[in-house]
C-alpha cells in the first residue's frame, strides 16, 4: 500500500474500482461457456443449484451489515437488500425467484433446497464471504457488494441469448434477472456512494480496491469448483475410496 502517496480523485477511485471489472466471473471459462449455449443441461443445473447457496446467503450478509452499521439513514436503505431476496407478503424475492429457475431448468424444489448439490468449493468460498461481512467494518463489507457494478451485463446477456441457446429452460425462471436488472443498479449506487465517500485516503483507497478484488475471487473461485465437478468430471473426493458404512 502507497501511505503517503496522495489519494485519488473520486473519478479516478471510481475508474479504477471499476477496471477490476476485467476479473468479474463473467470472463470465468464456465460463464463463457454457458454465454455461448455450450453448457450441458447437467451443468447448467449444477450451476443454478450451487449459486443457490450464494443467494440464501446474500441476506445473512446483509444482515451482519446491519448489524454492525451504526447510521439509521444508512440502516433504512440498506435493509430493501434483504427484502429483495427473502420477499415478504407483498413480493416472492429473490430467493423464490432463483429456486423458480432451478424448477425452470428441471430441478425440483426438495433437491435445490436440500443443499445437497452444492460443492465444498462453492460453500467455502461463499461462507469466507459472510464472514468477511460479519468481522469488517460495515463501510468495508459495504465495498464489497460492488461487484453488482458488473452484474447488469450478465443479467442482460442471460435475458437476451438463453431463450435460444436453452430452449428446453421454461422462460418464466427467467424473472430473476429481469427483476436484478432494476435491483442491482439501485443497490449500486448506494454502495459505490458509500465507497467513494468512506475510502478517501489514497490507503483506503487502495484498500477498497483489495476488498473488490477479494469478492471477485469468491466469485471466481465459485466457478473453479464447478468447473472442477461438471466440466473435468472431478468432483470432489475423486479417486478417494468411500467410507464403510457401519453395519
Not at 137 to 151: I, K, V
Request: a negative charge; one cysteine or more.
Amino acid at each position: 500500500m502507497s501511505t503517503q502517496a496522495p489519494a485519488w480523485s473520486r473519478e479516478e477511485f471510481e475508474a479504477r474500482l471499476r477496471g477490476l471489472g476485467s476479473l468479474y466471473h463473467i470472463h470465468h471459462p464456465y460463464h463463457v461457456r454457458m454465454h455461448e449455449g455450450q453448457l450441458s443441461r447437467e451443468q447448467i443445473q449444477g450451476w443454478v443449484a450451487n449459486r443457490y447457496y450464494y443467494q440464501i446467503s446474500i441476506p445473512r450478509k446483509d444482515a451482519a451489515i446491519l448489524a454492525n452499521c451504526p447510521d439509521r439513514d444508512t440502516r433504512r436503505r440498506w435493509i430493501q437488500r434483504i427484502v429483495d431476496h427473502d420477499g415478504n407478503d407483498a413480493q416472492e424475492g429473490g430467493i423464490e425467484a432463483w429456486t423458480r429457475l432451478g424448477i425452470a431448468c428441471g430441478l425440483d424444489r426438495e433437491t435445490i433446497e436440500s443443499q445437497r448439490l452444492v460443492l465444498p468449493g462453492v460453500r467455502f468460498a461463499v461462507d469466507a464471504y459472510v464472514n468477511f461481512a460479519r468481522s469488517a467494518s460495515w463501510q468495508e463489507a459495504a465495498c464489497s457488494s460492488l461487484t453488482e457494478l458488473f452484474a447488469p451485463t450478465i443479467h442482460r446477456q442471460r435475458l437476451n441469448h438463453w431463450p435460444d441457446r436453452y430452449p428446453w429452460i421454461e422462460p418464466e425462471g427467467l424473472q430473476y434477472f429481469r427483476n436484478r436488472l432494476t435491483e442491482a443498479h439501485r443497490d449500486v449506487q448506494h454502495g459505490l456512494a458509500i465507497t467513494l465517500e468512506h475510502f478517501a485516503s489514497r490507503l483506503q483507497q487502495e484498500r477498497a480496491l483489495e476488498i473488490l478484488r477479494f469478492k471477485l475471487e469468491v466469485l471466481w473461485t465459485m466457478c473453479d469448483a464447478m468447473w472442477m465437478a461438471y466440466v473435468a468430471e472431478l468432483p470432489p473426493f475423486t479417486g478417494c475410496e468411500a467410507p464403510a458404512v457401519p453395519a
